[in-house]
T-cell receptor, first 115, second 116 residues
């Protein structure tokens, strides 16, 4: 079945460091891929998404590229800030295109950025 | 625009007791989801509604969990009787459908259940 494998955390970085959180997926067909973020005390919110191979999603300085050949959707940011401290979830939808029917989530990666 | 509202935020019960969670989705969102998030794991879908009909409840433990979405707006998730392994955060989400829909799910802050 469909699944997402996400880099285990926690991850602790100094401010302005480079961030990579790895995510690989298993799916039949052509899923849509997402990164959701959960800031302390808040609900999950969409960070970025990509709906087909080679698409790059980007938001708030974060980027992820949908790589079909490696079945990956790694999250990157060139310079993290303290305000980026949160839990990041990789997810996929088995509905191709923009649909986000049933989302399959990874286990989440907790990022802490220290000043 | 108001977000997804959930209540209660926290609930502590003893095993074999019952509990109910309530969700009010974003106005106009036809699709409503209940997810279960156990500590250290990603959210797992329990049930999905489209308006007031069930689309997917294959992962809902129907011997103890039930959910309804009367009138296609608010939804209630009930657990009866609760087990220790039901301790988790219960997340409600909603999304829009039709022309212009992006497929994005909007989540509430969740209801944290502790079963003693």
């Amino acid at each position: 079945g469909d699944s997402v494998t996400q880099m285990e955390g926690p991850v602790t970085l100094s401010e302005e460091a480079f961030l990579t959180i790895n995510c690989t997926y298993t799916a039949t067909g052509y899923p849509s891929l997402f990164w959701y973020v959960q800031y302390p005390g808040e609900g999950l919110q969409l960070l970025l998404k990509a709906t087909k191979a080679d698409d790059k999603g980007s938001n708030k300085g974060f980027e992820a590229t949908y790589r079909k050949e490696t079945t990956s959707f790694h999250l990157e940011k060139g310079s993290v800030q303290v305000s980026d401290s949160a839990v990041y979830f990789c997810a996929l939808s088995d509905i191709p295109g923009t649909g986000a029917n049933n989302l399959f989530f990874g286990t989440g990666t907790r990022l802490t950025v220290i000043p | 625009e108001a977000g997804v509202a959930q209540s209660p935020r926290y609930k502590i019960i003893e095993k074999r007791q019952s509990v109910a969670f309530w969700c009010n989705p974003i106005s106009g969102h036809a699709t409503l989801y209940w997810y279960q998030q156990i500590l250290g794991q990603g959210p797992k879908l329990l049930i999905q509604f489209q308006n007031n009909g069930v689309v997917d409840d294959s992962q809902l433990p129907k011997d103890r969990f039930s959910a309804e979405r009367l009138k296609g707006v608010d939804s209630t998730l009930k657990i009866q009787p609760a087990k220790l392994e039901d301790s988790a955060v219960y997340l409600c989400a909603s999304s829009s459908t039709g022309t212009g829909a992006t497929g994005e799910l909007f989540f509430g802050e969740g209801s944290r259940l502790t079963v003693l």
